[in-house]
Structures are given as structure tokens and as C-alpha cells.
């Protein structure tokens, strides 16, 4: 039986990852950057403060891609800065081949929560 899923959330946190960074840019003077307000946002929104949204099957897809992606992002960048631009981008593109690989057959093979 699948679980049921609900895009509530995940459409409340997209809006709320949009529209901060929006807001942000229409007010010049506040001087913080984007990511501390979406992260502020994030708790407020979440199940600790107003209980907006929930976290379900959806959010805890779209956490653990966004996680694999800020890990990739910093290896990739720490790796560009050791060996160069020119010299580095025929590894890079191999070794996110091999990463994406695996990643795309685990989310494939991964069982129903209840």
C-alpha cells in the first residue's frame, strides 16, 4: 500500500525559498545574506515554531538531494580550487558521473515508508 503523499509542504517551502531571497533584493539596505533568512524562514515555517509543514515523503526526498548536492558542490569546489580550472574539468565531469550513478539507483531501490 502507498503511503499517502501530500505536496503541501513541499510547495509551501519551494514558495518560501523563493520568495525570501525576493524580498531580500527589494529592501538594499538589510545587509544579511539570503541564507540565514531562509533558515530563520525554515524553522518558523517548520514543526518547531508555527507547524506550517509537516515534514513527510516529499520534504525528507527533497532534504536528503539537497544535502547530497551541498556535498557534491563543496567536494567539487574544494577540487577546482586545488588543480586548476582547465586541468580539473574532464575528472570533475567523471567523478559526477560516477556519483550521480549510484545515487539515482539507491533512490530507485529504496523501500515504502510506512
Known amino acids: 500500500m502507498m503511503p499517502d503523499i501530500s505536496l503541501t509542504g513541499l510547495v509551501v517551502v519551494a514558495a ?5 531571497p525576493l524580498g ?10 539570503s541564507v540565514v533568512l531562509e533558515i530563520a524562514a ?11 509543514v509537516e515534514v513527510d515523503l516529499p520534504l525528507r526526498v527533497l532534504a536528503l538531494l539537497g544535502l547530497a548536492f551541498l556535498l ?3 567536494g567539487w569546489r574544494s577540487t577546482w580550487i586545488a588543480c586548476g580550472v582547465r586541468a580539473c574539468a574532464a575528472r570533475q565531469l567523471v567523478s559526477w558521473s560516477l ?4 545515487s539515482a539507483s539507491a533512490l530507485d531501490s529504496m523501500p515504502p515508508t510506512s
Open 99 to 102: 556519483w550521480l550513478s549510484p
Open 16 to 20: 518560501t525559498a523563493f520568495l525570501v
Open 24 to 33: 531580500l533584493g527589494l529592501v538594499p539596505a538589510v545587509r544579511i545574506p
Open 42 to 52: 525554515g524553522i518558523l515555517i517548520g514543526p518547531a515554531v508555527f507547524g506550517l
Open 72 to 74: 557534491l558542490l563543496a
